[in-house]
């Protein structure tokens, strides 16, 4: 099984608004990632946190880390056109060698 | 650097024929990964190589599945035979570190099995 879950599934905002998406995952972790896939090509890196910090930033976007709740969350602040995608957080569960991806949100930014 | 490359970019077989899937990683990096994406089951890993050396792949579906690294710029990944349900879309990454470190994709083989 899945080891995060994204939500939404799917999320429609227009140009200039924040984008918030949340992943839940169910074990102990390392790291959480969030990737980012645009149709029809492959995966691209976003962010890492680690499991000891609890807010990280990089540009546009936010990530948060809640251990206690076993939760992240993604914000893209002031939305783009071309963050029109879909994202993925993927955790290392502590002990194991996968790396498991959530189910996705996908993210349509409207100009 | 082109980054990870994959060949086939599409590749449309009919069931019971074989298929291999090319990987190159990126120069320097010591991992990297096959992964499968279906609506179904979403992005998983099949197996992960280190220094050439296959060290996870219990994620591989069965016996009809095998991956190779005879050296550290190429990968393949076969199917044989193959069957319409391996269809989906499958993805080489390579990282400089396991499993938890940022890992960088390859476009990804679109794979369909009639």
């Known amino acids: 099984s899945q080891q995060g879950e994204e939500d939404p599934q799917a999320l429609s905002i227009q140009e200039g608004e924040n984008a918030t998406m949340n992943c839940s995952y169910k074990t102990s972790i390392n790291n959480l990632q969030w990737y980012r896939q645009n149709s029809g090509r492959g995966l691209v890196h976003l962010i890492l946190i680690r499991s000891n910090e609890r807010e990280k930033h990089s540009g546009r976007l936010r990530v948060t880390l809640d251990t206690s709740k076993k939760s992240s969350s993604l914000l893209i602040t002031a939305s783009r056109a071309a963050d029109t995608a879909s994202y993925f957080c993927a955790t290392d569960k502590t002990g194991a060698n996968n790396l498991f991806f959530g189910t996705g949100t996908r993210l349509t930014v409207i100009p | 650097d082109a980054g990870v490359i994959q060949s086939p970019r599409h590749e449309v077989t009919e069931m019971g024929q074989e298929v291999t899937l090319r990987c190159k990683p990126i120069s320097g990096h010591d991992y990297l990964f096959w992964y499968r994406q279906t609506m179904m089951r979403g992005l998983e890993l099949l197996i992960y190589f280190n220094n050439n050396v296959p060290i996870d792949d219990s994620g591989m579906p069965e016996d009809r599945f095998s991956a190779k690294m005879p050296n550290a710029s190429f990968s393949t990944l076969k199917i044989q035979p193959s069957e319409p349900r391996d269809s989906a879309v499958y993805f080489c990454?390579?990282?400089?570190?396991?499993?938890?470190?940022?890992?960088?994709f390859g476009p990804g083989t679109r794979l369909t099995v009639l």
């Open positions: 990454a390579s990282s400089l570190g396991p499993v938890y470190n940022e890992q960088f």
